[in-house]
């Protein structure tokens, strides 16, 4: 993983020039200042952790797994969001962790995280550290470790009677995948971090897939969990549905390492599908559009993908920049995918063909289905070479019923372009519906401008008003990216105050130090463990 | 609702002679001793409660809606285990609420729960009173209200677009599916309790009705909740799914009215299916039967409705006691019901066929499959005229992974087989998967016994026996009765004590002076609030 962008270097490519030109001419887009910083330059802060600290832990975790050198350092500062990668390849590290500890087993994580405890060490878990709402940045924290799970990352087992699979956290999902694959499985989730991203963030994120119409999301998907905390164990899950109780897997899923360690992660698993056939509608408006793809979701057949650009979205073909120039006026998008026996993706998508048909959509065909399968997890990349041209961009989503969602997708706009229009960078706004349920249906935008004066500052203004806008609009301040510390005023709002009041007390049952992500999701409380040391 | 037994008393009708004579020669079972006592007979502890109490609660309720009369008290002691039946025939009111209070508004809800608080009175909340597992019934206890919410019984709002309603938790199930059928819509929720269960109750305690694999599980069903504590008001659902956090949503299903009431319940709602189909299959075994639905579970297509009967309960044909004598080996029968648009229901129908015949089954044609539901909430009737009878008949029901069913399935029937023939009342003991999932399914026993001397008492120990068996084998302690008191030492293990811990800290946070369902559900609490009065 780039420790300055996405994914693989090699697969970034400049941008092509007639983009640079529309950029330019569209949204004032001026070519970045200075380059990013090479690795080697980048300073971390003095390390504030004593030398007993990191001997006590490696007595834990072994020698060699206690990391303290500048590199993993910096590879483990902060995740993925724009605003992160402004701040990392500026050489700003101030939130960079004292040191990286590399557990093995689930009683090693339980003796980390009592020993930090102790020690008023905080503590961020650390999967494939793609958090894009700053999930990896403790807020008003003193000494912290990362805690990565890297070495935690087996297929434990695979039963195939009950279709589950047990896996380690720190397991990537590609090599989830290519074990599951081998035996004639897919877990089905695909979502754009796909190939970077952990299982065990998955679970503590609240993940949603590409495929999620035909997979459910990554929280439908797990059946079973095993927690370290400060405090203990807890093994949650004895049957896929349960009357006994609340369901506390559920208080487990989006804890985003705020109450615990997720060590193990039980899934449902299913079949490789047979066939795969993707395809592409057009409707004349994302209003048209919506009410089709709402009908699917409805009342079937329900694809494994199904989405929805809007008129911009779709005009800029954002996952082919050198389309970008094609503004003709090209209706909306939709991509569906079906995944299945042969015979059973035949049927369903004769079916439904007739229930779009029906709603005013135009058959476009596999192509458009087909390049977006291709570039389904490119989009990353490309705000990398976007960056690299001096532009900004980045993406956030929300939810809401379908009643609410016409309002939602105005207001966010509305947000998004007033705020940065008034900051002088007038932007670009796009959106899809990329996740549809019978009651609902969630809204991602995605906003390129120019990067400005100040586009750390520009953006944290524009996206204070887009989640204000969420929050007033009836919305879920996060469809699928999660609270983090850049979410969680508003998801106060959202949870209301004895909403927040009880995962106040939740957290210090399992955490009384308050050493598990300090200033991540949990609204309102008291100051981090060791700000006054 | 009967008093001493299950709904319209003019529908229990006393069971045929064959039957008798039958129970008679295989179990022993004996005409029971004394006639249960007629309701005006039944005498109620001295009430608790103070005048000044009664009148405080009335101030905010209105006058005709605080109920100290005995015959109020008396048919809202307990539930309606057979436990609970035999002990309210018997005239035994231990348990019986000092008072009823009927709250018309979630204000209203809200300011009883603060005054209870401040006077220390524990509150229960009660809605169809159906619970099975003693959710009615406070444990070490002293005095409490019953909190019935008959008045809020409104269908607040129907949203065609989002396919969702608003529904007040006193509504009764066939009242709501009423209220929606008239505008084209169905819950699809029909538990066997569905003539007298409450909304409300629903939520509270996660039913799961029989078509649960066509329209899913109450749990599934709830898209957001309104809940009154005596700390303040919860408010939960911006969306059909969200990564904003934990789902508390999923920590308030399930909570059993020990962390607050819920005064309002939106759930997701389909249209009325245009065809319905209903059909019988038969398997050789229970082994080939269980094989065969979680191949429709696992690859479908699913019927809306799928159950598979034992060989036992196969034979007894437990749905029409004129059957009982048909004691040839009859294999295990399979219901099947398909729900929807005509031709889809068709077409599933014929694919659901190949699935079943190429599993070993033998279709045996609309009859069976229209048989079973007609009679589908008559079993509770059918309880009431065997304890006439003298006989002894109850229900327990768990779930597990697939890969465990079996397993759990020997030990439960082992488990109350053993116990009860110690006891000198050897059983029937039948059972039925009533619900299925792609990684696994429930187990749904009836176990029928002569009453022998103690029938509570015989009962108490063989279904401790069933208890320990479950979790012994990995099964939750309940797949949709609920964890009441009856569950909850069992449930401790289920959750680990993080788990309970949790439960408690959630608990103490929202009900500070636990006067909220004392002893239901969350294991290890301290003794109930006014215990040392």
Chains 1, 2 share one sequence.
């Not at 009357?243 to 060590?263: C, H, K, N, W, Y």
Request: proline share 7%; hydrophobic share 45%.
């Amino acid at each position: 993983m780039l420790w300055s962008g996405w994914g693989d270097p090699g697969r970034a490519a400049p941008l092509p020039e007639p983009v640079v030109a529309l950029l330019r001419d569209l949204l004032g887009v001026r070519p970045a200042g200075a380059p990013p910083l090479a690795l080697a330059d980048v300073e971390v802060p003095e390390p504030r952790l004593a030398a007993d600290d990191l001997t006590a832990l490696a007595r834990i975790v072994g020698d060699g797994h206690v990391r303290a050198d500048a590199e993993s350092r910096v590879r483990h500062t902060r995740g993925k969001s724009t605003t992160d990668l402004l701040r990392i390849r500026a050489g700003e590290t101030s939130d960079a962790p004292d040191a990286v500890v590399l557990p093995g087993t689930h009683d090693e994580v339980l003796a980390v995280l009592r020993a930090c405890a102790g020690r008023r060490i905080a503590v961020v878990p650390f999967g494939g550290g793609t958090s894009v709402v700053g999930g990896l940045a403790p807020s008003g924290v003193g000494a912290f470790v990362a805690l990565d799970l890297r070495r935690m990352d087996a297929v434990v087992s695979v039963d195939e009677v009950s279709r589950t699979a047990v896996l380690q956290p720190g397991l990537l999902a590609p090599a989830a995948e290519a074990a599951l694959t081998e035996r004639g499985y897919t877990l089905g989730h695909f979502p754009q971090s796909y190939e970077w991203a952990s299982i065990g963030g998955f679970a503590a994120a609240r993940s949603s897939g590409q495929a999620s119409a035909g997979y459910g999301r990554f929280d439908d998907m797990v059946v079973a969990l095993t927690v370290a905390t400060p405090e203990g164990t807890l093994e949650l899950g004895r049957a896929p549905k349960s009357a006994a109780g609340p369901d506390l897997r559920q208080l487990v899923l989006g804890s985003e390492g705020a109450f615990g360690v997720i060590t193990s992660v039980t899934v449902r698993i299913c079949p490789v599908p047979e066939a795969k056939a993707y395809e592409g509608w057009r409707f004349a408006s994302f209003g048209e559009g919506a009410a089709a793809v709402r009908r699917l979701a409805q009342d079937g057949p329900l694809p494994a993908v199904l989405r929805l650009s809007d008129e911009t979205e779709t005009m800029v073909g954002l996952a082919d920049p050198s389309a970008i120039e094609r503004l003709a006026a090209a209706g909306c998008l939709a991509v569906l995918g079906f995944e299945g026996a042969a015979e059973r993706v035949a049927e369903r998508r004769a079916l439904a063909a007739d229930v779009l048909r029906a709603a005013g959509g135009e058959p476009l065909g596999a192509g458009p289905g087909e390049k977006w399968e291709r570039g389904r997890f490119d989009a990353p990349y490309l705000r990398d070479s976007l960056l690299d041209a001096g532009a900004f961009a980045e993406t956030l989503e929300t939810a809401a019923f379908w009643t609410d969602v016409p309002a939602l997708y105005d207001a966010v706009r509305g947000a998004l372009t007033g705020a940065l229009s008034g900051e002088g960078t007038p932007p670009l706004v796009m959106c899809h519906i990329s996740h549809v349920y019978p009651s609902g249906a969630s809204l991602y935008f995605t906003v390129v401008s120019a990067q400005g004066e100040d586009p750390v500052g520009h953006w944290a203004r524009a996206k204070r008003a887009a989640c204000e806008a969420i929050v007033d609009a009836g919305g879920t301040i996060s469809h699928h990216h999660g609270v983090g510390t850049d979410h969680r005023d508003w998801y106060a709002r959202e949870i209301g105050p004895l909403g927040a009041a009880v995962l106040r007390a939740v957290k210090d049952r399992v955490d009384p130090s308050g050493i598990l992500n300090p200033g991540v999701l949990i609204p309102g409380l008291a100051s981090p463990p060791n700000t006054e040391e």
